[in-house]
């Protein structure tokens, strides 16, 4: 469980705390109150964790070792749950995520269409 950033108690579950937005954001068990990871935070971890499977497979390919490359997936596995401990939560009004659920499915429909058109 994280700290939810309203009542500052732990109920905000690790699951929720991975997948939150602004336009989907973590729901507290205990206050109700509603966070999100930023979303600079949230890109910044998963590029490092990329960056890091992406050498393990280089140095894998490189040195002919299945150990090798299977070694660097296990550090950047443990780097990336290391740094979700370590994303902080922000608070976010209820109706500040319901305007940017909304604008989320607005750019989603209208990328659609544009697929579809093109």
Same mark, same amino acid.
């Given at each position: !469980?994280?700290?939810?950033?309203?009542?500052?108690?732990?109920?905000?579950?690790?699951?929720?705390?991975?997948?939150?937005?602004?336009?989907?954001?973590?729901?507290?068990?205990?206050?109700?109150? @509603?966070?999100?990871? =930023?979303?600079? +935070?949230?890109?910044? %971890?998963?590029?490092? %964790?990329? $960056? @890091? !499977? !992406?050498? +393990? *497979?280089?140095?894998?390919? @490189? %040195? &002919?070792?299945? @150990?090798?490359?299977?070694?660097?997936? =296990? =550090?950047?596995?443990?780097? &990336?749950?290391?740094?979700?401990?370590?994303?902080?939560?922000?608070? $976010? =009004?209820?109706?500040?995520?319901? +305007?940017?659920?909304? +604008?989320?499915?607005?750019?989603?429909? *209208?990328?659609?269409? $544009?697929?579809?058109?093109?």
């Amino acid at each position: !469980m994280n700290t939810c950033p309203h009542c500052r108690q732990a109920g905000i579950k690790s699951w929720e705390k991975r997948f939150s937005s602004r336009g989907n954001p973590a729901t507290c068990t205990l206050c109700g109150g @509603l966070s999100h990871v =930023l979303s600079s +935070a949230a890109g910044g %971890t998963f590029v490092l %964790t990329s $960056i @890091l !499977m !992406m050498v +393990a *497979i280089f140095v894998g390919f @490189l %040195t &002919n070792s299945w @150990l090798a490359g299977l070694s660097g997936y =296990l =550090l950047a596995a443990a780097y &990336n749950v290391w740094a979700w401990q370590r994303e902080t939560l922000s608070p $976010i =009004l209820k109706e500040h995520a319901q +305007a940017a659920n909304r +604008a989320n499915w607005a750019v989603a429909t *209208i990328s659609v269409l $544009i697929s579809f058109l093109s």
